[in-house]
């Protein structure tokens, strides 16, 4: 088995970034994934105690598919969002000064604004990961099973609809729901699998026209007798990972 594919999302609903290599820290997420959120409505996020929250308190695809349409292009070095739609710039801005979040703030503020509870607020704390899950780790997607999903419903179905930070090939499908509990040498890395994927409507939007287009929560649980597809994984070793690294079960 082997890594085919690194992203990770530098703001949570928004589109990947793909890597070429990185390294993992114990205890982390991948370097700025999910570190920044669009909060909708309401302000509950409170950067001087952060605290993991639901993902219903932000914008997110599983309601607000008109994300998909966006492509977005961060720069770590000074930690900068581009948006872009139909190929064109749309807007940018500096996500650590609070102009560059306002610039930003207001383009989401018109192009979200039948979905919006109140305004939107670009939101972060240091060392604060905005995963669908509380606890910091890596979500690993098997494309044998996602080939195998591909299958069933009949239709082609693009992997980063399940939004995953590492795609893995070379597995049998569904042979990662055995591996609960199990560690993983991926890379120099060790992670420790802990908890399969519950997928949600989010994975009916199609990345590529935004549109929904299948019914993959329901199409699961029909055919397999569950609504899961990925597993997350903490890191309990720190090391460096790229595609064509292995990844085999330690005994």
């Not at 952060?50 to 492509?71: D, S, T, V, W």
């Not at 509870?117 to 509380?134: E, N, Q, T």
């Not at 080939?147 to 049998?172: C, I, S, W």
Request: hydrophobic share 40%.
């Amino acid at each position: 088995m082997q890594i085919v594919s690194l992203f990770r999302y530098p703001v949570k609903g928004l589109s990947a970034q793909r890597l070429p290599a990185v390294r993992l820290k114990a205890g982390e997420t991948l370097p700025f994934d999910r570190a920044y959120a669009i909060e909708n409505g309401p302000a509950r996020f409170d950067p001087d105690n952060p605290r993991y929250l639901p993902k219903i308190n932000f914008l997110m695809l599983m309601r607000n598919e008109r994300l998909a349409a966006l492509k977005t292009a961060f720069d770590e070095a000074s930690e900068t969002l581009t948006v872009f739609r139909d190929g064109k710039q749309v807007a940018r801005g500096q996500l650590t000064s609070k102009l560059g979040r306002q610039m930003l703030e207001q383009f989401f503020a018109a192009y979200m604004k039948d979905d919006l509870k109140g305004p939107p607020r670009i939101v972060s704390a240091a060392g604060h990961s905005f995963s669908d899950v509380a606890e910091k780790c890596l979500h690993l997607v098997n494309l044998a099973t996602v080939r195998d999903l591909e299958r069933t419903v009949g239709v082609p179905l693009d992997p980063l609809r399940f939004r995953a930070n590492v795609y893995f090939d070379d597995a049998e499908p569904w042979e990662e729901k055995k591996w609960l509990g199990q560690v993983l040498q991926i890379g120099s890395a060790s992670l420790k699998v802990f908890k399969e994927t519950a997928r949600c409507d989010a994975t009916n939007v199609n990345p590529a026209t935004a549109q929904r287009d299948t019914t993959i929560p329901p199409t699961l649980q029909r055919t397999y007798g569950h609504s899961c597809l990925g597993i997350y994984a903490k890191v309990i070793r720190e090391g460096d990972i790229s595609p064509g690294a292995e990844i085999r079960l330690k005994a």
